[in-house]
């Protein structure tokens, strides 16, 4: 894939044409709190998995409409926990099975995994239907009540997610100020409007995300899912200005003004799926603390899990510094992580058995036990020699 979007210096300099509706923060208002007028009721059922040192729990809350969303909770075994991070799934996938999510559990934290309603038949399982119907749209989720902000299917996926964090705090462990999101994709689009409709979470996490600055994205790639979107309106020709009247209220540059939380943003160069100055609009507009990693060679898949590696690196600093932490500024451009430090321990010489053999003068070699290295990621230092 060739490069195809503005340049990196051009990036750094592109501002999102979007302006949102003058009614956008009363829209979301009204949608969360009657989304609220339902009890949250979270259910959390033990499961034995074999997964001995989590805890993992089966979840239940209600989300948008009242209707139940399923999740999965996974805690360290045996450890106080009072952090989590509430993670979204990219397009197309659902929460799936638990030992798939084990990363953030194992860095001492607990992950509430969101499940996103009527998808996860594409390369993922759901176990949340969406029972709301729509009027005709194009196959997938990205046309689904489009003509109305009101019906639009991501009405409900943001207000689930944002149910989801209420979720995590319901957990007598966790500290309520002490919630992370994090997501790829659909996950990190997901992730940018939870940041911005809940300003008590502490800390942001979108990759390469999806669902921003739609006047820029819908139609510079032909890739879905913004082609959904296109190839809807080939055939709704007269439905152009409705379309992105409703695709306003859902746009993720909105949501980063609106938001307080330090975030660690990832973005792709060569991505034809979220489109390199899609996710820029949104990042200039992020209204808190911000850095971000670019990646100039990858497509949609991005830093990979270098880029969990670096999150795991960044999160670490918030957690230990609070919120001045991450009070950077943007690594744009730079496409690096840095390398985990190795400390090695020296070889310890054992010199029992030291015997001359009969005659010849000579004793054994001795015995070197060698410790295996430790690798620090928490105080790692030094760029990777590895191009991004």
């Not at 109305?148 to 409900?156: A, F, I």
Request: aromatic fraction near 10%.
């Amino acid at each position: 894939m060739p490069f195809f979007d503005l340049s990196q210096s051009e990036l750094d300099t592109y501002r999102s044409s979007a302006k949102a509706p003058a009614d956008f923060d009363k829209f979301w208002n009204a949608t969360l709190s009657e989304a609220r007028s339902f009890a949250l009721d979270p259910k959390f059922e033990r499961i034995d998995l074999g997964l001995d040192l989590f805890e993992t729990y089966d979840v239940t809350f209600s989300g948008f409409g009242g209707h139940r969303v399923r999740g999965w909770y996974i805690k360290p075994a045996g450890r106080a926990v009072d952090r989590c991070v509430v993670k979204y799934i990219g397009y197309g996938g659902g929460r799936d099975l638990p030992h798939q999510h084990l990363l953030w559990p194992s860095t001492g934290r607990a992950v509430l995994v969101c499940d996103t309603r009527g998808q996860g038949s594409s390369w993922s399982v759901s176990d949340t239907p969406d029972p709301v119907g729509s009027d005709p749209a194009h196959p997938g989720s990205m046309t689904k009540g489009i003509l109305d902000p009101k019906s639009y299917y991501y009405r409900r996926v943001f207000t689930d997610a944002v149910r989801a964090v209420e979720a995590a705090r319901s957990r007598a462990e966790i500290d309520p100020d002490k919630v992370a999101v994090a997501g790829g994709s659909q996950g990190g689009g997901i992730s940018l409007a939870v940041a911005g409709l809940d300003r008590q979470v502490y800390a942001a996490m979108p990759d390469v995300p999806f669902l921003c600055d739609f006047p820029r994205a819908v139609g510079l790639t032909s890739r879905d899912p913004y082609g959904e979107i296109v190839r809807y309106l080939v055939t709704h020709r007269s439905k152009v200005d409705q379309v992105f009247r409703t695709l306003n209220y859902f746009d993720g540059v909105h949501f980063s003004a609106r938001a307080k939380a330090a975030t660690l943003f990832s973005v792709a160069l060569m991505d034809d799926v979220c489109p390199p100055s899609s996710v820029y609009g949104a990042y200039h507009a992020y209204a808190g603390p911000k850095s971000i990693e670019s990646y100039m060679f990858n497509n949609h898949e991005g830093g990979g899990t270098a880029q969990e590696l670096r999150q795991i690196e960044w999160l670490a600093k918030i957690d230990a510094g609070g919120r001045s932490g991450a009070m950077t500024k943007g690594n744009t451009g730079s496409g690096k992580i840095r390398a985990p430090r190795i400390e090695k321990t020296p070889p310890k010489i054992v010199t029992e058995a030291l015997a001359a053999k009969a005659g010849a003068g000579k004793v054994r070699a001795p015995r070197i036990v060698k410790t295996p290295p430790k690798i620090v990621t928490s105080r790692a230092k030094g760029p990777a020699k590895t191009s991004k």
